[in-house]
């Protein structure tokens, strides 16, 4: 049983298109995370929420909102998708937003846009 | 520059050899954790730990909180170790920084 999940694994379309990536956690958690990776596999986050409520919100283009409609589920969806977009994203969650907890992390969710 | 400096940046090893990767950090931490991704590209949490050390089967991670540094340490390395090793700090408001990671590369 797969504690962090996201959906899709796999994702290329075109620039200028919207996208979503879902991501859903069987763990209880409290908090959960969206992180890129880019083509330097250099991992930075994006957005935290805990409880349903945006606790960190980087330096992200405002094409990308984050949803979370209870707390074991944070979606990720993406306006005009440009080529710069194409990475790796992770969604992760922890027991709380105290900063010392375990990360459980999904697999990834690899956006290519062309 | 980096809040998060690891070294090195890649790494080559024997099979069998103890291998050590540092990282040092600039900012205040509410914990450290190392993290461990595969060739297929799925991350793992190794570790967390705020002070002291912890071990799990071959790998030790030590913090010295003074020093802003911590090292994670492979015994008995084994080709199935290839990964890349990252490391990552929080603070208290849950800002989270990331190093750039560590390439590791274990030969049989």
């Known amino acids: 049983d797969t504690a962090v999940s996201q959906t899709p694994k796999y994702l290329v379309t075109q620039m200028g298109n919207d996208k979503s990536i879902k991501c859903e956690q069987n763990l209880g958690h409290d908090t959960m995370y969206w992180y890129k990776q880019d083509s330097k596999k250099f991992l930075k986050i994006m957005f935290s929420?805990?409880?349903?409520?945006?606790?960190i919100n980087e330096t992200v283009p405002n094409r990308f909102s984050p949803k979370s409609p209870d707390k074991a589920h944070l979606n990720l969806h993406i306006n005009s998708l440009e080529l710069g977009d194409s990475a790796v994203y992770f969604c992760?969650?922890?027991?709380?937003?105290?900063?010392?907890?375990?990360?459980?992390f999904g697999a990834g969710s690899r956006l290519t846009v062309l | 520059k980096n809040e998060v400096e690891q070294s090195p940046q890649n790494l080559t090893a024997q099979e069998g050899e103890f291998i050590t990767i540092n990282c040092s950090y600039s900012?205040?931490?509410?914990?450290l954790h190392w993290l461990q991704q595969h060739p297929g590209g799925g991350i793992v949490s190794l570790f967390m730990l705020s002070s002291g050390k912890k071990k799990h089967g071959r790998l030790i991670a030590t913090i010295n909180i003074q020093e802003k540094h911590s090292s994670l340490h492979i015994t008995a390395s084994h080709p199935r170790d290839s990964a890349v090793y990252i490391c990552?700090?929080?603070?208290?408001?849950?800002?989270?920084?990331f190093g750039t990671g560590t390439s590791l590369t274990v030969i049989p």
């Open positions: 990552a700090v929080t603070n208290t408001g849950n800002q989270f920084y």
């Open positions: 929420y805990n409880n349903k409520e945006l606790i």
């Open positions: 900012v205040g931490i509410s914990a």
């Open positions: 992760a969650s922890s027991q709380d937003n105290s900063g010392a907890n375990v990360l459980t």
